[in-house]
């Protein structure tokens, strides 16, 4: 696999999540901890220990930073593009190691479309 088949297919891998995520993306806020972290990025607040405290200000900066949609649709646009981020890694990753970028790809996607990782 050349190096320019291995940047489309991320390229491609990377559309493709954004657009499959994005369609299925929760419209408001959720109830449970996923709500939870939602409104603490709003106020810059602290979550149930552990907190994580990079989600929230990542979340924070994508509530400033974005000027359209809700707070909640904000935050859930991030994780959009985090989980898309995470498939491209996935595909690198294992394209890197196994040599074989369709390898790659079926990793990618076992892991980023998972109901484990979706939910």
């Known amino acids: 696999t050349t190096e320019l088949e291995t940047k489309l297919g991320a390229a491609a891998?990377?559309?493709?999540?954004?657009?499959?995520?994005?369609?299925?993306?929760?419209?408001?806020l959720p109830m449970g901890d996923?709500?939870?972290?939602?409104?603490?990025?709003?106020?810059?607040?602290v979550a149930h220990?552990?907190?994580?405290?990079?989600?929230?200000?990542?979340?924070?900066?994508a509530i400033k930073l974005i000027p359209f949609g809700t707070p909640a649709w904000r935050v859930?646009?991030?994780s959009v593009l985090f989980g898309a981020m995470f498939n491209v890694?996935?595909?690198y990753v294992v394209?890197?190691?196994g040599k074989?970028?369709?390898?790659?790809?079926?990793?990618?996607?076992?892991?980023?479309?998972?109901?484990?990782?979706?939910?």
Request: proline share 6%.
């Open 13 to 28: 891998l990377f559309i493709l999540s954004c657009v499959i995520y994005f369609v299925t993306m929760f419209p408001g």
């Open 34 to 45: 996923s709500g939870e972290f939602m409104v603490t990025g709003v106020d810059f607040g």
């Open 49 to 61: 220990p552990p907190g994580y405290p990079l989600f929230t200000t990542m979340s924070y900066l």
């Open 76 to 78: 859930s646009l991030l």
């Open 89 to 91: 890694t996935v595909y």
């Open 95 to 97: 394209s890197l190691v």
């Open 100 to 119: 074989n970028s369709v390898v790659g790809l079926m990793a990618a996607g076992w892991i980023g479309f998972s109901r484990l990782f979706w939910m």
